[in-house]
Structure formats: C-alpha cells, structure tokens
C-alpha cells in the first residue's frame, strides 16, 4: 500500500515538472519571437564582442536579464508591460564597448556612466517610448542613487539585472 502511495506521488512530481518544462520551453518561443527583430540587429549583434561579467557576453547578459524579466513579472502577476520589459531588458546595456579596458579613458567610471552610452545607442537605432528610455536610465539604481526606478518596468528590470549579474559574476567565471 505504502509503494502504490509513493508511486502515485512520485507520477504526480513528474507531471508537475513536466508542465513546468512546457510552459518553460512555450516561454522561451514566446521571448525569442518578440525579441527576433532585436537579437538579429547587427548593431546588437556587436554586443557579442564584449565581455560583461566573467565570461558571459553583454549580448548573453542582456538576453538573461530580458528573459528573467519577463518571468518575474508572470510568475508575480505584476501585470507590467511585457513589451517594454523585454526590449528595456534586451537594450539595458547596449553600450557598445569592452568596460574592461580603458586605455583611451573613455569610460573610467562606467557603472555610473554606462546606462547614458546604453540609453544613446538605443536611440540612435530604435525607436523608443517614454518608459522604455526610463527603464534604461535607472537599471543602475541603487549604485546611481539619483537614479530611482519609477515604473514596475523599471522595478524588474533592476532586479532582473542584479540578480544575473550576481549569478554570473559568482558561478560562472
């Protein structure tokens, strides 16, 4: 009797998990259609070039931080715009150069300065809203601490990167 009992559970834990990997997997369709026309710009593309943390590519680390803001935000049911959090989440750090290496001394205090290269390049290539150009500006709050996040765009996207950038900073170097 106990076996059967621990059978039927264990079926249940599978079937649990397996839903889980669906809607995963439904997910991860989902974000890469809206987020093609994006991840196929060449000037996009270019993010593939720079290293962000460890050894995980600024393209990587933006497509994570997008990809996790769009969870965060079903997962909660906070209701934020699913657009915005992508295509914020994709172009956050779309500064376009290797922060490792600053020999010219272009960029000597980039955590400060990076969102404004990121948000100029974003401008310059797409178009953008209001709120997209927002969630940009503040994803270095709290260490830009004049820069507060003001919509729940905002919020998850800040937290999004902080959370992938401590994951890849810590685990995968």
């Keep these: 009797m106990d076996v059967k009992y621990d059978v039927r559970?264990?079926?249940g834990r599978q079937q649990v998990g397996s839903k889980r990997k669906v809607r995963r997997e439904h997910e991860d369709r989902l974000i890469d259609e809206l987020l093609r026309d994006l991840k196929s710009h060449e000037r996009v593309l270019e993010m593939k070039k720079y290293m962000q943390?460890?050894?995980?590519?600024?393209?990587?680390?933006?497509?994570?931080?997008?990809k996790l803001s769009y969870r965060i935000n079903?997962?909660?049911?906070l209701n934020?715009?699913?657009?915005v959090l992508l295509k914020a989440g994709m172009l956050h750090d779309f500064?376009?150069?290797?922060?490792?290496?600053?020999?010219?001394?272009?960029?000597?205090?980039?955590?400060?300065?990076?969102?404004d290269k990121a948000l100029e390049n974003a401008n310059k290539y797409f178009e953008m809203d209001e709120r997209e150009k927002s969630v940009i500006w503040s994803h270095m709050w709290p260490l830009n601490i004049t820069r507060?996040?003001?919509s729940k765009e905002a919020w998850i996207v800040c937290m999004a990167d902080k959370m992938i950038s401590c994951v890849e900073t810590l685990f995968k170097r």
């Design 53 to 66: 943390h460890g050894r995980i590519t600024t393209f990587d680390h933006c497509e994570s931080v997008a």
């Design 148 to 150: 507060f996040p003001k």
């Design 80 to 83: 934020a715009d699913e657009k």
């Design 9 to 11: 559970r264990f079926r």
């Design 74 to 77: 079903k997962r909660l049911h």
């Design 95 to 115: 500064f376009l150069y290797d922060w490792h290496r600053d020999e010219d001394g272009t960029h000597p205090w980039h955590g400060y300065h990076h969102a």
